[in-house]
């Protein structure tokens, strides 16, 4: 991991005031503040990891890849949810900065949250290509022009970090809402040329806390680091599960691929 | 303590962990697979891979060019039926990926676009755009989920194998979220835990890729196989060492020093191919361990550029178009103007070589079989014996399918037949083992961030690019000196919830035993092939004395002890290794 | 506290029971959650347009029921339309209409994605199309109802 500064670099010092919380210690979180050097390159997650190895080793949070495609590093940093490899101190207010854990889901310790919630969500809405039934491909590959990948792809490129989650007022509202990254994941699937699992996903969708959950405020698509455009998916969805209720209504038993 | 049986543990849940893990339940669905990882598997290393992944698909191609670019690539330290069997598999491991949802890049009517890589005489690598790791972990990850027979220990470090009887009998992990240690009793246990390249200073990869399953398997008395083969992947970004995909040279990338001059075709790479008209095996597709020492002798040689982090050489892309370079590699546009502040359309980007991928790692056969019964070990942990002396780009993807299907089944199969030891002994040697590994927290004197770092600087220094005896001893000492301080390692983080102070403590212990195996089998190799190149007399290939594997094996109380196995050849017998011209006309290297 | 304060190492040992250490903490939500950003502040007035027009819309209903209702019914009606706090509740319901609109113009891209080759149509065009409409419709109604 880089020194994040080197003395012929460094730009200025940085307080950020950092969201503590130590479970079976402390009854509710705390902020303290460090006093972090920083230079032309020196992301968030930098800072942080510096402040671990010179400051408190005690400072817990989640990173890996540092190039913005694990998905480990969320956090909310002054207020707008961010990946701290990809937020540059440089860019950051005079300060103080608060770097606090992932909004609406529960905190395990410090900016580490709860992810379980999502983990579940995810699996419900069955996110794996289902294979034709009636003529499913056992060999070799399908067909897929690059014109029928555009239905889907944007959506593929989810790197499951939950900053949606944090952004979503809905998701702090209801608990049990699919979220935006899950539906995200089953619109991916639906829109695949190669799959026919829309039958078996709709129920999962289609109910109060599935997409209905939804009002649509767009907070999704606006935080999401990876241009997945999660709330077009959720619309879009919306759009196929009427579409579908409709079909099904006047024409019942018809097929319901968006 | 916490107990939980499984048939088949799977310690790592990136690509060669979940391809294993669906392929144990879908030759068993009655065993009971467990996928156990210190992070959840979408953040597994195998998320960052960018290029490919290599698989025969052209009419004028053949995996009999597939086997011989990979055996002259691995400089003929592969074992040639691992070699065999990786090429026939690898397009139906392809296949079946596509199958399972994987976008692969298309070309216009429909078909798997393949494209150009390093050191591959033919296109055969099928691309996800520039995020063909992403791609494939995902793809693996939502289809693990369908099987309900695979469950998962998410964000459980696992620390330790439980060895009974002379057998794999568990293994020892801790929740990190409940905060407490766990044995897993395990009637076969498949070791996928990824490299270790986190122990150089200036690397490619992410904070998890810390050897250690390597180092698990180590102590528990197996061999690690070839570590001084170490992999400098050509272009990384000067720092931070995140990853340039060698794809941007299949493109038709070219790589240019200070005097702008396309500098390859000075080191045997030549001649000169036509700026956006690449040719595979030439200038800036000739394989890695070569682009990354012909960098050396540009930087000894004053030809490099300076950045304000270290000298660079320029990767220009700017004659392939911002059209092709948005469609093809976006995430290194992405890259480049985030961590650069570069637009690789209208500038190059600065670039160096950077420790990348450990070739070595736990020794098995070719059915991911260890010394150790019960012990199955796949993917960058482990030394299959394909990659040899130096990986060809788009061969690592493809072995963590085709290697890790035989892994799940062969695991699958040892617990049916073998069952699941659950004795007295197993618990004790588990309670032991846990209190060992959680009494260092709240207590010691150094700490571990300084051990971590000087570590890092005396690899990239002592076991880099080019290597002398002078270089390998000092950090051998280094090392030694190092694991005495760790000894005394500082965890001030007793909170037993995600304490991570402790976890990259336990990480760093890893790193050290296996940055003791690399450099002490990187000093005894006195050849020089593939990626291990000396400069100190030993600068030429031996293959009558080291056309053999290194095995370290470890040894508590000092360094390893060394021993060597044979190559296994079939069909290739060795040849010199040729790229460019000189490729065309020797027989090694087409 | 501050970090030069971090406080003495402890030494007492973590427990290794089965029933775990976990205590998450939930944070309460805000109830002025909709304030907290200016992303938020706008989603919060693009819903609140919708109140404000249906409450026009409920005015309206009460003039037709009151033409139903006969001629007195009627004049009272209209003379209602007169009382300021009306006229300024008119107002005010124009300008929500005109937020109304466009925040949902806006948003309508996310739902409507038009192929061309391998793009996507851009955005602007699918938003431009709705005022074109928009202008096209009021023209019409204009012309046709407005003009005596």
Redesign the interface.
Known sequence: MTDPTTPQEQLGTLTMLVHR?E??TDE???F????VPYGQDTSVLDALCW?KDT??P?LTFRWSCRMGVCGSCGFVVD??PRLGCEQFVRDLGPGPVRIEPL??L???RDLVV?LEPFMQSLTAVRPWLVPDPDDPVTEGSHTQT??QM??FHDYTMCIDCLLCYSAC?QV??SPDFLGPAAITAAVRYDRDSRDHGQRERLPVLDSQDGLWDC?????C??ACPKGV?P??AI??AK?AAARSWAAEFLLPRRGDRP | ??TLRADVVVVGGGGAGLRAAIAAATARPDADVLVISKVYPMRSHTVAAEGGSAGVVGDDDSVEQHFADTVSGGDWLCDQDVVEYFVEHATEEMQQLERWGCPWSRTDDGAVAVRRFGGMSRPRTWYAADKTGFHMLHTLFQTSLKHGSVRRLDEHLVLDLVVDDGRVAGVLTY?Q?????VLVEAGAVVMATGGASRMYAQNTNGAIVTGDGMAMAYRAGVALRDMEFVQYHPTGLPGSGILITEGCRGEGGILLNADGRRYLQDYALGPETPVGSPQNKYMELGPRDRLSQAFWHEQQAGRTVRTPRGDAVHLDLTHLGRELLHARLPLICELAEQYMGIDPAVAPIPVCPTAHYTMGGIETDVTTQTSLPGLFAVGECASSGLHGANRLGSNSLAELVVLGKVAGERAADFASSGGVPSTAQVRRTAESA??DR??L???GTEPPSQIRDELGRAMDGGVGIFRTREGMTATAQTVAELKARYAEV?V?D????YNTDWATTVELGAMLDVAEATVHSALAREESRGSHQRLDGFGERDDERFLRHSQAWFDPAGPPRLTYAPVTITTSPPASRSYGDAGRTTGGGR | ????E?GS???????????????????P?ART??L??H??RV?ALR?FSSVVVGLFVLNLLIGLVSVHRGVDAWRWWVELQRHPVVVVMTVVALLMAVVHATTWFQ?T???I?V?R????VADVWVVLQHYVLLALFALVVVLWIGVP
């Open positions: 919380f479970p079976g509710v979180p705390r303290v503040e460090y006093e402040i400051l408190d005690t207020g707008a909004a609406n529960s905190v395990e709860d690059p014109e555009l239905a007022p702090g509202l009002t649509f405020v767009g907070a698509s606006t455009d709330a077009a619309q879009q759009a | 303590m916490r929740d979220r409940d905060g407490l240690p846990a209190h959680l009494s927290m709240g207590r500082r001030v007793t909170c037993p919830v | 506290m501050r970090a030069d971090v190492v402890r030494s007492d040992r973590p427990d290794t029971s089965t029933t775990g250490h976990r205590q998450p903490y939930r944070r939500v959650w909709f907290a950003t992303e938020l989603y819903e948003a891209p996310k739902i994605k192929r080759g391998r793009r996507y």
